[in-house]
């Protein structure tokens, strides 16, 4: 059964905090995009259901936008009690891991790989704030 996404951005924001290397809504946000693929690489399920938007910087959920927007470009220090399965979160730790050096900017150009998801549906800006539909982003980015 899906996440809800607040519980996923709160996990991601929670792990950081826990590592003193807290994030910022934009690398949030970027890694709420690599989780939903390697999530469904790993269990060919989708880690949540709320869907991506198409905005300048990338991949962005806007329900967890939103609930962490009132930090800015700031990192967020809100340490917040959240519940996923373990399954769940083994999963999430791996790519947490995986990009946990990488800086928001560099995490930006990775989600606008020319021919991904992203850069279909945002085509050059004239897709901005459009959905990027599971299907797109299952073809684009979970075969690699």
Not at 29 to 58: C, M, P, R, T
């Amino acid at each position: 059964m899906p996440c809800d996404v607040r519980d996923v951005a709160q996990y991601i924001v929670n792990y950081f905090i826990q590592r003193d290397n807290p994030v910022t809504n934009l690398k949030l946000q970027k890694l709420l995009y690599f989780s939903w693929i390697d999530y469904f690489k790993a269990k060919k399920e989708y880690l949540f259901n709320e869907e991506f938007e198409a905005w300048v910087l990338g991949p962005v959920v806007p329900e967890a936008y939103y609930e962490f927007c009132a930090y800015g470009a700031d990192m967020i220090f809100r340490c917040k009690e959240v519940h996923l399965s373990g399954t769940d979160t083994e999963i999430i730790d791996k790519t947490l891991e995986k990009y946990s050096a990488v800086s928001p900017y560099e995490l930006v150009e990775i989600s606008h790989r020319r021919g991904g998801a992203w850069d279909k549906i945002f085509s050059g800006g004239k897709g901005r704030r459009k959905i990027i539909d599971f299907e797109t982003v299952k073809k684009l980015e979970c075969s690699i």
